[in-house]
């Protein structure tokens, strides 16, 4: 009990400076001045009227004030209902509730029309004396006085001084301006004063305009520094408070030490001096607390303090961990141990052994900043981090510490926190861990581990950092931000917001700077401009609710003011706040509709919920940054406006204020209009009546007509498919016949008689396969299989050619055409062929459609799009023009815009898009419509000029013959350095036939079996298994096979390791280039089309081997050269360069294993040993040897070994051995050899 007294007489000393203001209100003043609209500065004059408007005398005009903005009425000599002079003497509400003005023409009363918004000027022999008296000022003095409970506040006559009065005292305070407090008067000349009927005292001053007071505002205490007196806190930003055991208020300030308020009343202070080691160590102070045994903890930016109150000492606690680091949190845990939370992880005061211990932060914390630490009740210690969440950790019995869960933000889960910055943890009555993070307000149920949050548009707790978190006696949570202080009542979830207009020092506060005290339940929180104390008890709440009027509505964003004119109609006959039904009309298409509550505790923490019935589904909320509602285009109907309101204590106003709004449909939308569309569409009804049987015959028909075509087309296709079929199948019997038929033509020159048959059937076989050819030709047109044929020629040249061909028609129209260029020659790649179509296309078209006397204009130009250079052609004319939805159709198959005039097929278009793609550019259209001579339509044609965008390859590829023999880029390179004899083969090669047809396989065998050996195979399958066991020298395929077709085929044998050196050629009866590009691509060595010429075929095969071996005898060279210096790129050769760099690194290694190297490549020995038999001639045990003396030639002409060493050096464990192979291979011994290499100066072998 005497705790609580002694804190209570402490705090009314400094919250009122002397024992006898105790008995006065603390009134906080808000100001109104000419920057919040108000006319003038100088007020004579203060009412409220009827419907809860303040009125304002000024010397500037009479201004009516709903809470946010200000009407001013003026003096104007061309409306005799204006007031007749601005400098206001003195305005009052009679007892009808009419307004009455003084003007300094006191010859003159203006008494305020409600209905027309104007004033009648009333002369001075009219007005009754009673109400005369009341609004004269006599000597410019008023003398009124205004009564609430107990207290009365006047106005001196003398001093114009505003007087509070104690009635059951008798003191007096004179309140005048105070440059220390923002909340006191801000004018010592009041000229008059008014209280309300929402208990709201109004003050009007001389030179500063309005001054008002809530009479029962929220007590929030104040406490602030005063730099000219020493009883006040030592700085105004604060960044934590504690009370000790004695009573006494201590307050950590950020950069100017400590105050403490004691009992007596005299302020204490603490600060670092570099001279006292008794002394703060520094002056940033982040936390301060009292422990149960009385001590004061101080944790700073350079480590702990402790205050000893007994011995009045401050102690430096050291510890090496410690002294460099800051302290932001402290707490004390169930066994008095102290806690730290540092910026260098946790620390833990053991106060039996008095030791500081330091937890290894990377064994504990996700990071080392920790900003709070809290233990809750369960005895589990929460560290709060700067950026990685909240740790929750439980001491083990070794004193270590444990992970128990680790919160934070995620994303992309709902169930985390609402930000990873902890700033404030708080565990309330129920156990529910509440937590202030960076980004809201989260509360943790421990019982089924979930997450709430209190923050954002949902909740009235704004998001942003949550300071401080604390609980009253009656289990309501107080929270601090930077928008004030929240009182939030867990049960219904309600919150009710505190700011600076309720009397805090600011709308910011500190983190951590929040304290509940124990002994009197008084909450501090403190900020950067002081410190705010208050009994939770002692909130009251304003249970009046506002009342809402509509002041102002704008129709197409005009202000309507009284009797003015809205599209040519008065809306408004009297003011809109005394209006309940508006009529609208079809143009007024966008109306605002601006609303206030005529609330004036707080206006700027008033609530707003409208809804217009009819439009609306369901309230909409706003606050007062926003009172107004727009609707555009509303349908016609009736709607009903309503708006309610709350103030700042959230009392809503149960009863919204109504506004009908009526929108008359427009005239083609009348009565009138719908008789005229029931008669219209009772006519359209009987005619279609009438000729609904008619359409119903004519669609019959025209279905019928379309299933007829789309079966012909069906059978049209099926006929060419068929043929097709038919052509690829005979192809392949018209090789059997004409090959044969050649090879007998050569063998019977002599008889003319059967040369002239053979002639015949050579002939008609020829004929035939033109048939095919010409079959396939017209199936490939349809199936689009177009390319290009590109030559290097000057655009300009050839654009000019094409226009110069259409003058003689454009002469017969009377066109004008003509060629716009600034280009004199512009060489680029193209199909002429294909660009002239597209050229005659497009100026056919603009010649279709352009009248007599029209242009049509050609231009040509360069452009740039996205970084590319392109060459532009546009064909642009003044004809009819396309519709808009006209101009993505006419590019499409069978379509022509609707304001087409002439006929067409509607694929020119389409054909020409296509060629133009095909060249790698674009064609599209615009157009506009204006006037018969003022249409202009463009067709807009671009070509890419960089390297022709990639259709470099496509001119190789049809410029080319596409039935040359294709040589792998290896051996055509070296078909210059071996030379082999074409007539004679190394030796006698195996060919593969791989074909399905039977008698083909078979021809194909009996042709080739006298010169090399046969392998046959049915298809790619068997063909597969065949090489891979036999290694053929070469491979015949055809492609079109079963199970495995012959390009599958190709690809297989080319991705082998094992057979990709084999040269493969494909025969076929698919003459289209894509397909002879497809084997090519799959690595064929060459494509023969059926019918083939025998000779020829036996030819290639023959040239392919010589390559083959050609290849081989540069493999078995390489196999001479340092592996160093050879540079491989095939797979072959790739494989090659293993080997011989595996034997290089183990040349000197005797015991070298043929299957080491097996392993290093990847292949088994069986297999090794033939790849490198097909690649080089050699086995691999002669190839090892072969390396070996290779490097023993190289050493020996270096001359910088003995003999003996270099045998060794290469492998060689018997140095005889050694000169034996060396002469075999290269004819002398290896002295003798190293000495016709003798050097000057050379070590003697």
């Not at 003398?158 to 003191?171: C, D, F, R, S």
């Not at 000492?313 to 730290?340: A, C, Y």
């Not at 129209?813 to 193209?830: C, G, N, R």
């Amino acid at each position: 009990m005497y705790r609580q007294v002694s804190l209570l007489i402490v705090l009314l000393f400094f919250l009122s400076g002397s024992h006898s203001y105790s008995q006065f209100l603390n009134l906080k003043f808000d100001h109104i001045t000419s920057e919040d609209g108000l006319p003038h500065s100088t007020i004579h004059g203060i009412t409220k009227d009827k419907y809860g408007f303040m009125w304002f005398g000024t010397w500037s005009g009479l201004a009516r004030y709903d809470g946010y903005k200000f009407r001013i009425y003026r003096y104007d000599a061309q409306d005799p209902k204006s007031i007749i002079n601005n400098r206001i003497h003195n305005i009052l509400t009679d007892a009808d509730g009419m307004i009455w003005a003084l003007t300094f023409d006191e010859n003159f009363l203006c008494k305020y029309n409600y209905d027309t918004d104007n004033f009648e000027r009333i002369p001075r022999e009219k007005v009754p004396d009673e109400l005369w008296q009341r609004i004269i000022r006599r000597n410019h003095r008023l003398s009124v006085n205004y009564t609430y409970k107990q207290h009365q506040w006047y106005l001196d006559s003398y001093t114009n001084a505003v007087v509070e009065t104690h009635l059951p005292t008798g003191l007096r305070k004179q309140y005048g301006t105070d440059p220390i407090n923002m909340w006191s008067i801000n004018d010592n000349y009041v000229s008059d004063i008014y209280l309300d009927n929402q208990r709201i005292l109004w003050l009007g001053t001389y030179s500063n305009g309005i001054n008002k007071t809530y009479l029962e505002a929220t007590p929030f205490h104040y406490l602030h520094h005063d730099p000219h007196n020493r009883n006040s806190i030592i700085d105004n930003t604060i960044r934590s408070i504690c009370e000790d055991l004695e009573g006494n208020l201590w307050i950590a300030t950020r950069s100017k030490g400590i105050t403490v308020v004691p009992k007596n009343g005299q302020y204490r202070h603490f600060q670092h001096d570099e001279t006292d080691i008794n002394s703060l160590r520094s002056n940033y102070i982040k936390k301060i607390f009292c422990d149960s045994k009385g001590y004061i903890w101080i944790g700073g930016q350079r480590g702990l303090d402790r205050y000893d109150p007994q011995i009045k000492k401050i102690t430096r606690i050291e510890h090496p961990s410690l002294s460099n680091t800051t302290v932001f949190g402290i707490m004390e845990d169930h066994q008095h141990n102290i806690w730290l939370a540092t910026w260098n992880g946790i620390f833990k005061y053991v106060r039996t052994t008095a030791t500081l211990i330091h937890f290894d932060p990377a064994k504990t914390l996700p990071q080392e900043h920790v900003w709070t630490i809290f233990q809750d009740s369960k005895h589990q210690i929460w560290a709060g981090t700067e950026g990685s969440g909240i740790v929750v950790l439980k001491e083990q019995s070794n004193g270590d510490l444990s992970r128990v869960m680790h919160l934070k933000h995620d994303s992309s889960a709902i169930n985390t926190l609402s930000d990873n910055r902890i700033y404030s943890i708080y565990e309330d009555q129920e156990r529910n861990v509440w937590i202030g993070t960076g980004n809201g307000l989260d509360r943790y149920d421990p019982q089924t581990k979930s997450i709430k949050h209190f923050s954002g548009p949902s909740h009235m707790l704004p998001k942003g950092t949550i300071a401080g978190i604390t609980e009253d006696r009656g289990g309501f949570l107080w929270v601090s931000h930077k928008q004030g202080i929240s009182k939030i009542n867990k049960k219904t979830f309600s919150i009710r917001t505190f700011s600076q207009q309720d009397g805090l020092q600011s709308n910011e506060f500190a983190e951590g700077a929040v304290y509940k005290s124990p002994f009197s339940d008084l909450l501090f929180f403190g900020g950067n401009k002081g410190v705010n104390s208050f009994h939770p008890d002692s909130i009251k709440t304003d249970t009046i609710p506002p009342r809402v009027v509509f002041t102002e509505i704008q129709i197409l964003n005009e202000p309507v003011e009284v009797n003015g004119t809205v599209n040519g109609r008065v809306l408004l006959h009297k003011p809109l706040y005394l209006t309940t039904a508006l009529d609208l009309t079809h143009d007024d298409k966008s109306i605002a509709i601006e609303f206030a509550a005529l609330h004036y505790t707080n206006p700027a923490g008033n609530k707003y919920a409208y809804m217009l019935e009819g439009f609306d589904k369901d309230w909409i909320y706003t606050d007062a940054t926003k009172r107004s509602a727009t609707y555009s285009n509303l349908a016609p109907g009736k709607y009903t406006f309503k708006v309610r309101a709350s103030n700042s204590d959230g009392i809503w106003n149960p009863e919204p204020t109504v506004l009908r709004l009526s929108v008359a449909p427009p005239i083609w939308a009348s009565t009138a209009a719908y008789i005229f569309y029931t008669l219209l569409c009772l006519s359209l009804l009987y005619a279609y009546y009438y000729y609904i049987v008619r359409y119903a015959r004519l669609k019959s028909k025209l279905t019928y007509e379309a299933i007829l075509h789309e079966k012909e087309r069906e059978l049209h296709e099926s006929k060419v498919q068929f043929f097709t079929n038919i052509s690829h199948e005979i192809k392949t019997p018209l090789t059997l016949i004409l090959t044969p038929i050649q090879q007998l033509l050569q063998l019977c020159k002599d008889n003319l008689t059967i040369q002239s048959q053979l002639k015949t059937m050579e002939n008609n076989g020829n004929r035939l396969l033109k048939i095919v050819n010409q079959l396939l030709d017209i199936r490939r047109f349809e199936t689009g299989h177009e390319h290009l044929t590109l030559e290097h020629l000057d655009l300009i040249v050839f654009v000019h050619r094409i226009v110069d061909s259409f003058q003689q028609a454009a002469q017969s129209k009377d066109i004008v055409l003509q060629l716009e260029t600034s280009l004199a020659s512009y060489p680029i790649d193209f199909d002429p062929d294909k660009m002239e179509k597209v050229l005659y296309n497009l100026l056919s078209n603009a010649f279709k459609f352009t009248h007599e006397g029209g242009n049509i204009t050609v231009s040509v130009y360069t452009s740039t799009d996205m970084g590319a250079e392109h060459i532009t052609i546009d064909v642009i004319d003044n004809g009819i023009g396309i519709l808009q939805e006209d101009i993505s159709r006419i590019f499409q198959p069978f379509q022509q815009g609707k304001s087409t005039v002439s006929g067409g097929s509607g694929l020119g278009l389409t054909y020409s898009k296509s060629l133009i793609e095909l060249h790698g550019g674009t064609l599209y259209a615009t157009s506009t419509r204006v006037a018969d001579d003022q249409n202009r339509t463009v067709f807009r044609l671009t070509l890419p000029i960089e390297k022709n965008n990639g259709f470099e390859q496509s001119k190789q590829i049809y410029l080319e013959s596409s039935r040359q023999t294709t040589i792998h880029p290896s051996i055509k390179a070296q078909q210059q350095e071996i030379d082999i004899p074409v007539a004679v083969l190394p030796r006698k090669c195996t060919l593969l036939i791989v074909e399905d047809n039977s008698e083909m396989r078979g021809y194909l065998s009996d042709f080739f079996s006298g010169t090399y050996h046969i392998l046959e195979a049915a298809d790619g399958i068997e063909g597969i298994a065949i090489a891979r066991k036999h290694l053929p020298d070469l491979i015949i395929s055809d492609v079109m096979m079963p199970n495995m077709d012959g390009i599958t085929f190709c690809a297989q044998v080319k991705s082998d390791l094992l057979l990709c050196h084999i040269p493969v050629i494909l025969l076929t009866a698919k003459s289209l280039v894509e397909y002879e590009i497809e084997g090519l691509e799959m690595g064929a060595d060459d494509y023969i089309v059926k019918p083939f010429h025998l000779p020829s075929l036996a030819l290639k095969v023959r040239n392919q081997l010589f390559s083959y071996f050609r290849l081989q005898e540069k493999f078995k060279q390489k196999v001479s050269l340092e592996p160093a210096e050879i540079n491989l790129t095939s797979p072959d050769e790739s494989l090659l360069q293993k080997v011989l760099s595996y034997v290089e690194e183990h040349i000197a290694d005797s015991d070298l294993k043929i299957d080491a190297v097996c392993n290093s490549v990847g292949l088994s020995r069986a297999q090794l040993y033939r790849k490198m038999k097909a690649l080089t001639g050699y086995s691999m045990a002669d190839l090892i040897k072969e390396i070996r003396l290779k490097r023993a030639q190289q050493l020996l002409r270096e001359k910088k070994f003995h003999v003996s060493e270099i045998a060794y050096m290469v492998g060689f464990t018997d140095s005889d051995y050694f000169r034996k192979c060396f002469k075999a291979k290269f004819g002398d011994s290896p002295s003798a050899y190293a000495n016709s290499y003798s050097d000057k100066g050379s070590t003697p072998l």
